[in-house]
């Protein structure tokens, strides 16, 4: 309606206020909040002493030595490093996995469409713990891969495979997690696209790679971008799969936070950190609003 | 993943006959096959473990419930269980209300300034990391002093729920005829009569869709629990974390199991639900 | 749940007494300056430019114009869906600018019919009597009555979307009928039907129109759909009002070029006029023929002036038999009727449209010369 009762305006604000107080109050605030103690002193026990410091930060990059002098240190540097590379492992084989499964699905009759997004929807609701969790009987000591090694007497007692607590297993078990974020997108997308497009590619004398790479790829684009932003970001910042599959060894960013504030009990670092993972995941949205705008504006264009 | 290379065969020489059909790449329905094993696989050996008569959960010694008549006793299990389900049905019940209200200000209530800003706070929680929530919460709640037991787990909860309620009404909203809801005022119907009787019925599939989704989400949570909830206040991931944490038995099996297949059940059920309901109308 | 004060005043409106057909001295609807302004300052849009006529009780009323010129702008407005921005609306003498749409004694057939999905066919055309809170049974007899009036008393317990695109239009037409609305507004209710179905609704609302002595105010863009069922039509174009009249009066006695062809085929040939007598003035083309042409406001000396005809009122002859001898340029076999293009030495060919009725009437051929015959009393001056 373009012109509405004047108590409308009240209206609509009753009608955003708890939604937007809710929000604003218990995560908006917090974050702030976060943000401040990122630059407090750390009280030994947990908790913060009320005097700013840039301690956390630079705790980041180098080590405190005992005479108050600083050395470049790449223990966290390695962490964060490492953060991105298991992302990128995951975000990469979800792709190769997936998009082939969404060209698949993408190509069948309806019904049975319908049925296959349904198989991929159902393990993606189910507990997120749980599933990590079946992996470590999957790749465990004695666990289900390595049992016929060990019953073929390729492996004796005391031997393993050393699949677990491994980068692999991360890599595994966050692939494994967020897969289903690259198949619906990519779908969505394939399923959108008219495959006379595809047939009028091959009238025009193109070869199938041709075909694929220049009328497939670019159609498909959106959902490819939006499948790679919706396993790469939650894999950045992921908690369970490097500390159920990492073994507290392999950290990354996210059971780096989570050690500052139960073990290490320094919530200036932890929050500091935690403030650096939600830079990367807001540069990183960033971006592809800047992509999903131009995608548009090329859209219009046309 | 080698079948990969078949979607990208080389180029057909010029003049060669094109056999197959565009789009039908062999090797593809393995590869689907193979990924909804993938998914599936771990699921299963999760379940199948669970019926393991021994303690030892990789060596299997025979078939048994035991496990489960074990689990569902375990006061603690149950205690879980149970704040899994007050939390997880107050907070659907709390942000999906929210969402409905915001969802409907914000599709039906005109063109305002700053529309644009509260959508971008609205799926704030949806952005940021859960890990960075979970700490971001507890940092809030202990500076605020905040100690509510269960409460505080549910307005954790509450919040991170509201935008996973909400985008499935607004996109409801959105998708529905407004000339509907002109044909209602047309028709002498007030604008709480149409609310009544022609909007909210038409939304009733979104607004199912956000509860449930929203309920599903608070079951799953974990992380933001194991950061904010007191010791009593446990939920059944947490409690499952613990006893992971403390050594894998067949125990930690049939717990998981229960969850899962509760979640699986849920999830079906409803889309068969709201699968079968156009289809009914159309003949 | 109480009604308003507001509602109270304007409820008498809806008194169930019959209307009075052809007593045309009480205007049903009364425009004064309407309009609309979309957006301010620089990029506002003006859907309305001033929009000033009556409509009579019992009337059917056509808004035909182009999309875009502000036809469906107006009827929004009467039904309250949109505030204009200026003017007048005067509802049987009741101002109604500022009563919302739910206390409108006016009803919409919506162009997608807009059927509550999640109510079957007798809940849809019984909404609007139980928002005016009637009794139950006048609700019952009045939906079996105006079911029946659409013939469509056999689906009353089926859900809109099990009925095809003609049937949800008659539950359409019965759910708006069925509060007996004062007015009637039709927003292109027939452009979703394919044609048969849309020729066959035609007959058939301007009958439902007759027996409920309903004043119909029906939006379309087909010349056809207006001309066939209206009792009197207002041209809109570009926000105004070109011509209000009857069918005849709009499509023999356009007000000026627009209405002339928008409404029908026209031929438009430039002129100056040389003398006038009585109505009948002489003109002169610019390819140098003389004719004779009617013309109430034309003045002798006026240079410039647009003649007008249609296609349809031109007769061929035999060459030398007609005002002036022409060559046929192009030809369109229609059936029943043979278009041509007939080259007169004007800057533009002539259209003629030569109805095929006769057995022995010569087949006309690209290439035949022919002569014209122009009919002083449909040649027309038009205005501007």
């Known amino acids: ?302 | 993943m080698t079948a990969q290379d078949d979607i990208v065969p080389a180029a057909a020489l010029p003049g060669t006959k094109v056999r197959r059909a565009f789009g039908e790449v062999p090797g593809l329905k393995t590869l689907a096959f193979c990924f909804l094993a993938f998914l599936y696989l771990p699921i299963g050996v999760l379940v199948a473990y669970s019926f393991n008569e021994g303690n030892i959960v990789m060596v299997w010694t025979g078939f048994s419930t035991d496990w489960y008549a074990q689990a569902l006793a375990d006061a603690d299990i149950r205690k879980a269980a149970m704040n899994s389900l007050i939390v997880a049905v107050s907070a659907t019940a709390i942000s999906t209300t929210c969402a409905t209200l915001a969802a409907l200000a914000l599709a039906r209530g005109g063109a305002f300034r700053g529309k644009v800003a509260l959508l971008g706070l609205i799926s704030l929680p949806l952005m940021v990391p859960e890990i960075v929530t979970a700490v971001a919460t507890l940092v809030f709640f202990s500076s605020i002093g905040l100690r509510l037991g269960l409460g505080n787990v549910i307005i954790a909860h509450t919040t991170f729920c509201i935008p996973f309620a909400f985008m499935p009404i607004r996109a409801r909203l959105e998708g529905m005829d407004t000339t509907l809801e002109q044909a209602s005022r047309d028709l002498y119907a007030s604008d709480w009569e149409t609310f009544r009787l022609v909007t909210l019925p038409l939304l009733m599939p979104g607004v199912l869709a956000g509860a449930m989704l929203a309920f599903v989400i608070s079951m799953d949570d974990f992380i933001i629990t194991l950061m904010v909830a007191g010791a009593g206040d446990t939920t059944l991931p947490v409690y499952i974390y613990s006893m992971i944490r403390q050594g894998i038995t067949p125990e930690v099996n049939a717990v998981s199991s229960i969850l899962l297949l509760f979640s699986i059940a849920m999830v079906t059920a409803y889309w068969f639900t709201t699968r079968q309901k156009p289809g009914r109308n159309i003949h | ?384």
């Open chain 1, 1 to 302: 309606m373009a012109n509405l009762p004047e108590n409308a305006t009240l209206r609509r604000s009753l009608a955003l206020g708890p939604a937007v107080l809710i929000v604003g109050a218990f995560m908006l605030v917090p974050v702030a909040i976060m943000g401040v103690y990122s630059f407090l002193e750390a009280k030994s026990f947990g908790g913060v002493t009320w005097s700013f410091s840039g301690d956390a930060y630079v705790q980041l990059f180098y080590e405190r030595l005992l005479d108050d002098s600083l050395r470049l240190s790449s223990g966290y540097l390695i962490i964060i490093a490492r953060s991105f590379f298991l992302a990128l492992v995951a975000t990469v084989s979800c792709l190769i996995v997936g998009f082939p499964v969404a060209w698949f699905i993408a190509r069948r009759p309806l019904g049975q469409r319908n049925m296959w997004i349904l198989l991929i929807t159902i393990p993606f609701w189910t507990n997120q713990l749980v599933r990590t969790f079946a992996w470590i009987i999957i790749l465990g000591r004695n666990g289900v891969i390595e049992a016929p090694f060990r019953w073929a007497g390729l492996l004796g007692e005391g031997e393993t495979l050393g699949l677990m607590y491994s980068d692999f297993a991360i890599a595994v078990g966050l692939t494994y997690t967020f897969i289903p974020l690259m198949v619906l997108p990519i779908y969505a997308s394939l399923e959108k696209l008219d495959f006379s497009l595809v047939e009028a590619g091959a009238d025009l004398y193109s070869s199938r790679w041709e075909t694929f790479s220049r009328i497939v790829i670019p159609l498909s684009k959106p959902g490819i971008v939006a499948g790679c932003l919706l396993v790469f970001i939650p894999s950045l910042g992921a908690f369970i799969q490097p500390d159920l599959l990492g073994g507290g060894k392999k950290l990354m960013l996210g059971t780096l936070v989570q050690f500052q504030f139960s073990t290490a009990r320094n919530w200036p670092f932890g929050s500091a950190i935690a403030m650096i993972l939600l830079a990367f995941v807001i540069a990183f949205l960033m971006l592809y609003a800047r992509a999903a705008r131009g995608a548009k504006a090329m859209e219009m264009r046309r």
């Open chain 3, 1 to 384: 749940m109480p009604r308003t004060p507001e509602a109270a005043t304007v409820t008498p409106l809806h008194s169930d007494m019959p209307s009075r057909p052809g007593t045309g001295a009480a205007p049903a609807i009364v425009l004064e300056d309407v309009r609309k302004t979309y957006g301010r300052g620089a990029s506002a849009v003006q859907a309305l430019r001033g929009i000033s006529f009556e409509i009579r009780d019992n009337e059917f009323f056509t808004l035909l114009g182009p999309s875009g010129c502000g036809k469906t702008t107006l009827l929004r407005a009467l039904a309250g869906f949109e505030h204009a921005t200026g003017g007048t609306i005067r509802l049987f003498g009741q101002n109604i600018m500022d009563v919302s749409a739910h206390r409108r004694p006016v009803n919409t057939v919506f162009q997608h019919y807009a059927l509550f999905p999640h109510m079957t066919v007798a809940e849809n055309v019984a909404y609007g009597l139980r928002r005016l809170r009637r009794p139950a049974d006048e609700i019952a007899a009045a939906v079996a009555e105006t079911l029946r009036l659409v013939k469509m008393e056999t689906f009353a317990d089926r859900r809109p979307t099990q009925l095809s695109g003609g049937q949800q239009q008659r539950v359409a037409l019965a759910r708006a009928l069925a509060p007996h609305p004062k007015v009637l507004l039709l927003d292109e209710p027939l452009s979703a039907l394919d044609l048969k179905l849309r020729q066959a609704m035609r007959q058939e609302l301007k009958q439902i129109q007759a027996k409920t002595g309903i004043t119909f105010i029906f939006v379309t863009h087909d010349q056809d759909e207006a001309l066939s069922m209206s009792d009197r039509i207002a041209v809109m174009s570009d926000g105004l009002v070109q011509q209000v009249g009857t069918p005849t009066e709009i499509y023999e006695r356009p007000a000026n070029r627009f209405v002339a062809g928008f409404v029908g085929d026209a031929n438009f040939i430039k002129a100056a006029i040389m003398s006038r007598a009585n109505t009948e003035v002489t003109c002169k083309t610019i390819g140098g023929l003389e004719l004779r042409a009617d013309g109430k406001k034309a003045r002798a000396g006026q240079r410039d002036v647009t003649l007008f005809l249609r296609p349809e009122k031109v007769r061929l002859g035999a060459p030398g038999q007609g005002s002036v001898d022409g060559v046929v340029a192009t030809l369109q076999y229609l059936g029943n009727a043979c278009l041509m293009e007939v080259d007169i030495g004007e800057a533009t060919p002539l259209l003629v449209s030569e109805r095929i009725a006769d057995v022995d009437q010569p087949r006309r051929a690209a290439g035949d010369r022919v002569g014209v015959k122009l009919d002083p009393r449909s040649l027309q001056v038009l205005e501007e």
